[in-house]
């Protein structure tokens, strides 16, 4: 039974380190996890992700921006993503399809409408069972990339409106969709943040169990009718 996990949230959020926790303890268990992330993933989705972070590329347009960050998920998914769930994996990935209506949508002011048929395009419909939301201001999540040392991409140096419209926009998508969304704190401390995921993930993982045992027990009488 596959179960897809998305982890989400602005620049500078400490997601990165937290699922890679989480995959390590998910794997310590014993399951068979999968851990990717957006844009990227594959040969060629990791190529197309150059492309978008190059900081020469300032004159990239919002709508091919968004044919980008949609053609490297189109092959995350057929190539990795769909055939792990198939294999009843678990797969968690840093960023997908809310990253494009968070930063394209909400942040570059373009349809949701059409963000959302063609990321359903993309990914053929596909959408995670789980997203965590790690949450931050837009100011507190760039300084601290400013003071991380990480990679300052062309993302990053779009301005701070636009970065709290992102910020903003997650909020609404998170509230629209209560069930499969969880708002974490990511002001708290590393450990405290990574004991909450895993409470959280192990909660769900054992109710998709316990719905799919009952779901087995079901159809063996009707299967016999
Ligand atoms: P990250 O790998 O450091 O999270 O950077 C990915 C950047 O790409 C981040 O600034 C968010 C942005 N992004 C979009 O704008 N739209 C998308 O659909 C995705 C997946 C990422």
């Known amino acids: 039974m596959g179960f897809f996990i998305t982890f ?26 999968r851990l990717t992330r957006e844009p990227g993933g594959t040969p060629i989705s990791e190529q197309v992700r150059a492309l978008l972070h190059d900081l020469r590329n300032r004159e990239m347009s919002p709508r091919a921006e ?16 769909r055939p792990h769930l198939a294999a009843g994996g678990l797969v968690l990935s840093d960023r997908y399809a809310d990253s494009t209506l968070a930063y394209q949508g909400f942040g570059h002011g373009l349809d949701l409408d059409i963000l959302r048929l063609i990321t359903a395009f993309a990914t053929d419909h596909l959408r995670p069972d789980l997203t965590l939301l790690l949450d931050l201001e837009a100011q507190t999540g760039l300084r601290r990339r400013q003071q991380g040392g990480v990679e300052w991409n062309r993302l990053d140096a779009y301005d701070l409106a636009f970065h709290q419209r992102v910020r903003a926009g997650y909020l609404e998508l998170a509230a629209a969709e209560p069930e499969r969304w969880v708002v974490l704190d990511a002001t708290l401390d590393r450990d405290t943040l990574q004991a909450a995921v895993r409470r ?7 109710a998709r169990s316990q719905k799919s045992e ?4 079901v159809s063996t009488p009707l299967s016999e009718l």
């Open 8 to 33: 989400e949230g602005p620049d500078g959020s400490g997601k990165s380190t937290q699922i890679a926790l989480l995959a390590e303890h998910l794997a310590g268990q014993g399951l068979a996890v």
């Open 200 to 206: 959280l993930v192990a909660e769900r993982l054992e």
């Open 66 to 81: 968004i044919l980008l960050y949609s053609a490297a998920r189109a092959q995350l998914v057929s190539q990795i993503i």
């Open 214 to 217: 009952a779901g087995s027990r």
